[in-house]
C-alpha cells in the first residue's frame, strides 16, 4: 500500500484534482450514492475534506493512494 508523503493542504487539493480529472482512475464518489457526482476538495483550517456536490456527504479522509499518485 503506497504511503502517501507530508503534503501542505494546498498541495492534497491540487493531488485530489488530479485525482477526479484522471480518465483511467476510479473517481472519489458519494458513500451515500455513488450516482452523485465527483467529491470535491474542500479546505477545513488545515484539512482537507471531501464534499458531495449534491447532498450533504463529507468525506474527511482522503484515501493514502490518492495523495501518493504520481498522476
Known amino acids: 500500500m503506497p504511503v502517501a508523503p507530508k503534503l501542505t493542504v494546498d498541495q492534497k487539493i491540487k493531488k485530489i484534482q488530479k485525482w477526479q480529472s484522471c ?4 473517481h472519489l464518489t458519494c458513500g ?3 450516482n ?3 467529491l470535491t476538495p474542500k ?3 488545515d484539512k ?3 464534499c458531495c456536490p449534491d447532498c450533504d456527504y463529507v468525506q474527511n479522509s482522503v484515501p493514502d493512494v490518492v495523495l501518493a ?3
Not at 480518465?23 to 476510479?26: D, G, K, M, S
Request: proline share 0%; glycine share 10%.
Open 36 to 38: 452523485h457526482g465527483d
Open 69 to 71: 499518485s504520481t498522476l
Open 43 to 45: 479546505k477545513e483550517g
Open 23 to 26: 480518465t483511467w482512475v476510479h
Open 32 to 34: 451515500k450514492d455513488s
Open 48 to 50: 482537507v475534506v471531501l
